[in-house]
């Protein structure tokens, strides 16, 4: 007895996926002015990769397409410089290496992160509400 | 079975019995007309004539042995059936206990767990109500 609840294992790993990008994302917003992180440089943007693999079809259904790997990846985009002669972090112009973090990027990848896991929810929900009104045709 | 065969025991002629239907049923000896001394640990196994005991039983017809459907197909079935629905009823309470504590279970998978454990047993509901609705019919006919 695999899934009663229709489409819910490519739905759960979705939300996996999804709540990962959640995590990154706040991540990079957290850190967003982090000049000196591990190994003295500023915080390196994180991004997330996800992969799919192809399942072979399950009990005769149609083969699904789910995630199988969730990356996360360093963004390779060179820090920006800003002029702050003061900051202890300031190299020998002055100039103090930022995190390569944009928040209004950070921003609108979170409203589609949170959009996408609320839609995957919904797909939950209606699932289950479907499931539960199958199981009442045989009642009186 | 004890029924049918106490009454052919005892001589009275049961309509649609026919003493002739297989091997012949036993009487009863007069003495012991009343008392029916059944074993209940063989009541529901092989009923066999207990004569080294003294005490005689309702004997059967040797084909009609009763036993217990050991490897029928069905009651494996509903047994294999059980498992898996408690196994997802243990799945459930695990994901969760493992969320409060450890947290490798994400809050979602947990919820999901859950959701699953609460359709297969409401499928497991549905499945015995089908089940007692067909006993009852089947109680319901007329002989």
Redesign the interface.
């Known amino acids: 007895m695999i899934d009663l609840i229709p489409g819910i294992s490519s739905t759960t790993t979705a939300l996996s996926a999804e709540r990962t990008r959640l995590d990154v994302i706040g991540e990079n917003i957290a850190n967003a002015n982090v000049t000196r992180g591990e190994d003295g440089k500023p915080y390196q943007r994180k991004t997330v990769v996800f992969e799919t693999a192809l399942q072979q079809a399950v009990n005769g259904g149609p083969s699904m397409t789910s995630l199988q790997g969730i990356k996360i990846e360093k963004d390779q985009r060179p820090f920006p410089k800003i002029h702050k002669p003061g900051d202890p972090d300031a190299d020998a112009n002055g100039d103090v290496s930022m995190p390569n973090v944009n928040i209004h990027e950070e921003m609108a990848d979170l409203i589609a992160a949170t959009r996408a896991f609320e839609a995957n929810l919904a797909v939950a929900r209606n699932a289950k509400t479907l499931a539960m009104q199958t199981l009442a045709i045989g009642k009186r | 079975m004890f029924p049918i065969s106490a009454i052919a025991g005892s001589g009275i002629s049961a309509p649609g019995l026919q003493p002739g239907m297989g091997a012949a049923l036993p009487q009863l000896p007069m003495g012991e007309a009343g008392t029916f001394p059944i074993d209940l640990g063989k009541a529901t196994g092989i009923g066999m004539p207990d004569s080294t005991s003294g005490v005689s039983h309702p004997s059967f017809h040797p084909g009609i042995t009763g036993t217990q459907p050991s490897d029928d197909a069905f009651s494996k079935t509903l047994n294999n059936?059980v498992q898996?629905?408690n196994s997802?009823q243990a799945a459930a309470g695990d994901a969760v206990s493992r969320l409060q504590s450890g947290g490798d279970v994400?809050l979602?998978?947990a919820v999901?767990a859950m959701?699953?454990a609460n359709?297969?047993f409401?499928?497991m509901v549905?499945v015995r109500?089908?089940l007692l609705e067909g006993y009852q019919e089947i109680m319901r006919m007329q002989i």
């Open positions: 059936f898996e629905v997802k994400s979602h998978q999901i959701e699953e359709v297969s409401q499928l549905e109500n089908k």
